[in-house]
């Protein structure tokens, strides 16, 4: 056998040998890029579909981006500062002071010095005017928790506004289902006679609008998805699902015991009560301001009048002297009768602005309540009665239309139907909510809007010293 023959049975045997264990590498590569493609789709989907967020993360994000929060802790900060500076005594004053100012052989340049001046308030007029922004700063903590309040409220009521959004469209995805399988059993019915072409045309039309209204459900979530992004105060959050039950957990209110929470535990209503307390505290300053300041006013001087005569016949200057004024303020035309009377005013003003809002928040109640109360019952008998009779109506017409036992217009009927208390439900939920919402978080909304400023008018004096402002 010639060595080529050799050399050639020598190398199919080799491969014979080898062929095995190459296809195993082989399958083994490719078991390896498939499990290599599942993971990278997988991770592709995890980046793709961003986890569920439930309600508590949107608060917690609220409370620490939403600008209104620092806005209310910032006026907080600034009426413990008023209160600070309304309690300091007036800076006092240091000149210089000459008299007698001549060059003659007796006088030589007169007495020259230095003086301090200081008034000191008496009656307890820096105590009263601290009390007063003590007050305000009471105030301020009470709009920081109302302003809490109506941030926590936006962005519940936000959550399930989108909440319910997002329900909708599943409602229209599974409506689009079932109008898509009516349009399938005409078509079927149709091709085998047993239906005419109008009844064909009017199931794709049914199954086109049912196509646009869950085009419409989609976008109205994106809307609702962006305003609880802007509420939260981060509007580049990525869209993702809500974790969260539209039609499980709501709670159920009792009328009297929520009005008195409402009440009794509205910071709206804690707020007017500081503003009545700082009005009586800034009438009391009022009063106080007529009580004369005392002024004292001292200091060394150098006399250079040569009046005193030496054992050696001679003159020479009298040298270093003190001196000390004392007097007060006396209040014979000034005694502060306008800035009272303001301040009785203000006093009158508060009170009443305290009865107004809590008239106020009975009438906003009874609406909120009401509303509240009519879904909560929509909802219960749509849910218990309503949506099963019109699915199972809807079910029986199908049933019937495809034994020609019932007119298609029947069918679209029923269907149509079911559309609606579908959605009247859902918005139902979203009532219910809404309401609930308002009445726990003390009926305030507007969580973009900015807190109010605490304050009133200071009767005559700002916050420096005590120094009177009104002439």
Partial sequence: MSRVATDGVRWQRLTRAVEPFVWLQLGRAALCLLLISIACSAVAQTAAEPEPIALPALEQIALERNPTMPQAEAGIEAARGRAKQAGLLPNPTIGYTAEEVSGGPIIRRGEHGFFVEQTIPLGGKLRLSRQIFEREAQQASSLHDAQRARVLSAVRVAFYTALAAQRRIEVREHLSRLASEATRVSAQLYNVGSADRPDVLASEIEARENQLELTRARNAWHRAWLTLATVVGDPTLTPRRLAGALDAGFPELEREAALQTVIGKSPEMAAAEAAVGRAEAALARARREPVPDLVIRGGPRYNNERLEETPAGDRRAIGWEAAVDIGVTVPLFDRNQGNIAAAQAEVTRAQQELRRLELS?????????????????????????????????????????????????????????????????????????????????FLLTGGLEPPPTPGGPTAGFDAEGGDEIAR
């Fill in 361 to 441: 928040l009975r009438s906003r109640f009874a609406r909120v309540f009401e509303d509240y109360l009519s879904a909560l019952r929509m909802a219960e008998t749509y849910q218990a009665e309503v949506i099963p009779r019109a699915e199972e109506a809807y079910r029986l017409y199908l049933v019937r239309y495809q034994e020609m036992g019932a007119a298609y217009p029947q069918v679209l009927i029923a269907q149509r139907e079911l559309f609606e208390v579908s959605d009247r439900y859902v918005s139902a939920l979203e009532d219910i909510w809404r309401g609930a919402i308002q009445i726990q978080g």
